[in-house]
């Protein structure tokens, strides 16, 4: 409630970051990567620029995920990548495999980098009160764009400064759907700037959040939780068909790619389905019995189920604490979101029942959950 309202504050240094460098390092992220580098910013399609973030997918041959990543490109032949816990080596290793004869240097840079994120509308007012030149670094930071490298030598070409001197690489992304940053910065630095943060964000309704509240923001985001709502089946059919290089036909791909043949070959898939429940009751995972249809025929598995605390059902019309046009008297009560993987296509709308060993919940099959998030409002106006 707190990011959707005002600020939350998240240590999230558990996640881990690759750096590649070198001539051809383009070249081997276009051959890994999902996302087609050369058209993938904005409406436009435009190629990934320095400043510039995108989110895509590590597949095997198999176009399984190996894991979900955003890259950033912050100059020339030197590029970031952001991926999950536990998978920095992972993702370097991967890269190394398929680098082949490609001039490009990797490295894990797992627990040299401090994170932490400030999500939420005041996040700006935040950050304002505790950047050397908030003005430069606010201006033209549009969603998905990052300024400033944590490194006091870093390559980039604007240095994003704290009031002390500090560096940090300030991104305007986040896992909430709602507007804020995430912030990298050296890690003998994390715990002054996570005080720094906390102190400034008393006058403006900061929490301190735990890693809980990202998932049910996330799910009513429809944003994916690597390893589990996206893994070791085929990246095809699920809400994030952005993350693929898919044409203006959305039949062929703009790129070849590893995992890109068996993608296209892929014989009875399945599909990966976001859901929005009536009320905040959810299921359990670890208890679940599976995805029914309404004649009782199990049809899936639930692969995430959370609830959005934010939101609430009137006459039908979802809306969150942050919709401009809720009712007067709309007090958010809390709705089960989250995803199903089932054995054939269902249509938006659809009725269907997610079960555990205690309680049948009917469901509906949908593409969007909570509405109005704030993630892509222009920076001046949340500033």
């Known amino acids: 409630m ?7 504050l998240f240590d999230t240094s558990h996640m881990a970051m690759v750096k590649v460098v070198g001539p051809d390092s383009f070249d081997l992220l276009q051959r890994c990567f999902t996302k087609d580098l050369n058209a993938c910013v904005g409406l436009k399609k435009n190629p990934l620029a320095s400043g510039k973030c995108v ?33 920095g080596s992972v ?6 495999a398929n680098k082949d ?4 240097e990797i490295s894990d840079l797992t627990d040299k980098v401090g994170k932490l994120d400030v999500q939420g509308p005041n996040a700006g007012k935040i950050m304002k009160t505790l950047l050397a030149d908030p003005d430069q670094a606010f201006d033209k930071l549009a969603y998905f764009s990052f300024k400033g490298h944590f490194e006091e030598d870093g390559p980039c070409s604007q240095a994003i400064l704290l009031k002390d001197g500090t560096p940090i690489l300030l991104s305007r992304t986040g896992y909430t759907g709602e507007f804020g940053f995430e912030i990298f910065i050296a890690p003998n630095d994390f715990v002054k700037l996570w005080k720094m943060i906390h102190e400034a964000g008393q006058d403006f309704g900061l929490v301190v959040c ?6 049910s923001l996330r799910g009513g985001a429809v944003l994916p939780l690597s390893h589990q709502d996206i893994g070791h089946w085929p990246f095809l059919n699920h809400p994030w068909a952005f993350a693929l290089p898919f044409g203006d ?23 990966t389905l976001a859901f929005v429940g009536n009320d905040l009751r959810k299921v359990s995972l670890e208890d679940q019995k599976g995805v029914f249809d309404l004649e009782g025929n199990e049809i899936g598995k639930i692969l995430t189920c959370v609830t959005d605390m934010g939101i609430g059902k009137v006459d039908g019309k979802i809306y969150s604490i942050g ?7 709309f007090k958010p009560k809390g709705l089960c979101c989250g995803f199903v993987k089932v054995a054939k296509e269902l249509a938006v709308g659809q009725v269907v029942e997610i079960r555990d060993k205690r309680r049948k919940l009917k469901v509906t099959i949908t593409e969007d959950v909570r509405p109005d998030r704030s993630a892509r409002r222009p920076i001046r106006k949340m500033i």
Not at 67 to 85: F, G, K, P, Q, R
Not at 323 to 329: A, H, K, L, T, V
Request: charged share 25%.
């Open 2 to 8: 707190a990011v959707l309202t005002d600020a939350g």
């Open 55 to 87: 989110y895509g997918a590590f597949l095997n041959e198999k176009g399984e995920t190996i894991d979900d990543a955003i890259i950033y490109h912050v100059e020339e032949s030197s590029y970031l990548i952001v991926v999950n816990a536990g998978m």
């Open 91 to 96: 993702i370097a290793d991967h890269l190394i």
């Open 101 to 104: 004869s490609r001039n490009a």
């Open 210 to 215: 735990g890693l809980a509240a990202r998932d």
């Open 249 to 271: 036909d959305g039949s062929k791909f703009t790129k070849s790619f590893i995992g890109d043949a068996a993608l296209h070959s892929v014989d009875n898939p399945e599909y």
């Open 323 to 329: 919709s401009p046009d809720r009712p007067e008297d």
